[in-house]
């Protein structure tokens, strides 16, 4: 076998490997036998064991000054997670801020050497299988193994969780596969076979049935979001040249319009979803965790990851917010960060999304293309997606590794020409 296709088969298996350990929590098998107790020390291993292989890889194809180039390049990022590290300092749970730490170096390490190598169209195909592994596993699993696959316990009773432990994560991830199988789609002919796209149709189907069986509101809101946007794009891509510049003026106007109306009327709004303006209590309980616990550290927080590992907080939160269930997270990816990092933490966060969607727009408009915007989309994704939703190393890394596979795969390429 020719030695490049022995380093795509590699990087295939790395690639499974990263779906499988960033998703692990979240699993419905590992939720049911650990407990939702945290990571085994064998997630760990094989993390440290590809970033060590990738690094030697690098070393061996002579890449490092393109790698640390790029890294300069991306200095946000490494600010971010020093910031994770040196809360090892004032954490109130070191096990879990140690653990926390290694997840985010490792898994940001192996993100940044993909972002590398990956194309636009690369992420497109990674995604689509990505989502379309786990839309067919959910389905047989729904279909053959239901009490594996469905909501059994009120409210939730007969709603799809699939190869989840909630159907929330079920909605999010169809949602993400959803725009992918669109872009496959609509793009030209050339840049998608005819088997790529007969496949894409009938994902694009099976994850719209299974966003609907999960009934997950931010997943069904994701994909009424992202289905304007695309079809706003394309509207573009084919006509934008006949459309004056004074028009872009008119057309921003009522996007806002488009944006603000629902904004005044989430009542109504949500209740299109058969939910309720506070997003089922989630909005009481972020009022209450700002005011009884942020206030406390405002600045730094109480460490990365360590906040919710507090003894006794889960119960505590559960006591005021009136939930049947102990609170495990905040259900906002930017509310677990500012309680982790305080202030500090969310603003790098914030700095690294706009970081990433300044070279997605431009990676974007060179392109001209569905291709080229599907960075863009996938970070419109990201931004929406941890509003209802701790999608920041509460419970899995798998945005974090797509946030910053995209920023890599942004950077102005005469810093990486030479990337391994």
Same mark, same amino acid.
């Given at each position: 076998?020719?030695?490049?296709?022995?380093?795509?088969?590699?990087?295939?298996?790395?690639?499974?490997? =990263?779906?499988?350990?960033?998703?692990?929590?979240?699993?419905?098998?590992?939720?049911?036998?650990?407990?939702?107790?945290? #990571?085994?020390?064998?997630?760990?291993?094989?993390?440290?064991?590809?970033?060590?292989?990738?690094?030697?890889?690098?070393?061996?194809? !002579?890449?490092?000054?393109?790698?640390?180039?790029?890294?300069?390049d991306n200095?946000?990022?490494?600010?971010f997670v020093c910031l994770a590290l040196l809360s090892l300092i004032w954490t109130v749970s070191l096990l879990a801020t140690i653990y926390r730490v290694l997840l985010v170096f490792f898994v940001t390490l192996i993100a940044a050497y993909f972002g590398m190598r990956f194309s636009s169209r690369s992420l497109v195909i990674f995604i689509a299988l990505t989502a379309g592994a786990f839309a067919l596993a959910s389905l047989f699993l729904g279909v *053959?193994?239901?009490?594996?696959?469905?909501?059994?316990?009120?409210?939730?009773?007969?709603? +799809?969780?699939?190869?989840?432990?909630?159907?929330?994560?079920?909605?999010?991830? =169809?949602?993400?596969?959803?725009?992918?199988?669109?872009?496959?789609?609509?793009?030209?002919?050339?840049?998608?076979?005819?088997?790529?796209?007969?496949?894409?149709?009938? =994902?694009?189907?099976?994850?719209?049935?299974?966003?609907?069986? #999960?009934?997950?509101?931010?997943?069904?809101?994701? *994909?009424?979001?992202?289905?304007?946007?695309?079809?706003?794009?394309?509207?573009?891509?084919?006509?934008g040249h006949l459309v004056p510049r004074r028009a872009y003026w008119l057309l921003l106007g009522l996007i806002m319009f488009v944006i603000l109306l629902p904004v005044t009327n989430l009542e109504f709004v949500f209740g299109l979803f058969n939910r309720t303006a506070n997003m089922t209590g989630r909005v009481p309980m972020w009022l209450h965790l700002l005011k009884a616990y942020f206030v406390e550290r405002p600045f730094f927080g109480y460490g990365f990851g360590a906040f919710w590992q507090q003894n006794g907080i889960m119960q505590a939160v559960q006591a005021v917010v009136g939930w049947k269930y102990p609170v495990r997270? #905040?259900? !906002?990816?930017?509310?677990?960060?500012?309680?982790?990092?305080?202030?500090?933490g969310l603003l790098l966060l914030l700095a690294i999304l706009a970081t990433g969607f300044w070279r997605a727009i431009q990676v974007a408009l060179q392109g001209r293309d569905l291709t080229s915007f599907?960075?863009?989309?996938?970070?419109?994704?990201?931004?929406?997606? !941890?509003?209802?939703?701790?999608?920041?190393?509460?419970?899995e890394? *798998?945005? +974090?590794?797509?946030?910053?596979?995209?920023?890599?795969?942004?950077?102005?390429? !005469?810093s990486i020409s030479n990337a391994p």
């Open positions: 076998m020719p030695q490049q296709s022995i380093i795509k088969s590699i990087d295939g298996l790395f690639l499974a490997l =990263m779906v499988y350990l960033t998703h692990l929590t979240i699993f419905t098998w590992f939720y049911m036998y650990n407990e939702y107790s945290g #990571s085994p020390e064998l997630q760990l291993k094989i993390l440290v064991a590809i970033g060590l292989i990738i690094l030697w890889r690098i070393r061996l194809k !002579n890449g490092e000054k393109a790698f640390w180039l790029a890294w300069r200095w946000i990022v490494v600010t *053959f193994y239901p009490e594996l696959a469905i909501h059994p316990e009120w409210p939730y009773t007969g709603l +799809w969780h699939g190869v989840f432990w909630h159907k929330i994560y079920l909605g999010a991830t =169809m949602a993400l596969g959803y725009i992918a199988y669109l872009v496959i789609l609509f793009s030209p002919r050339q840049q998608y076979s005819r088997v790529q796209k007969t496949l894409s149709a009938a =994902m694009l189907v099976i994850c719209g049935v299974l966003a609907i069986l #999960s009934d997950s509101a931010s997943g069904l809101v994701i *994909f009424v979001l992202q289905t304007g946007l695309f079809f706003a794009v394309l509207f573009w891509l084919f006509w997270v #905040s259900d !906002n990816g930017y509310l677990d960060i500012l309680l982790g990092l305080g202030v500090s599907f960075p863009l989309f996938v970070l419109i994704h990201i931004l929406f997606i !941890n509003i209802s939703l701790s999608y920041f190393f509460e419970n890394t *798998f945005i +974090w590794f797509l946030l910053v596979l995209i920023l890599f795969m942004t950077t102005p390429r !005469n």
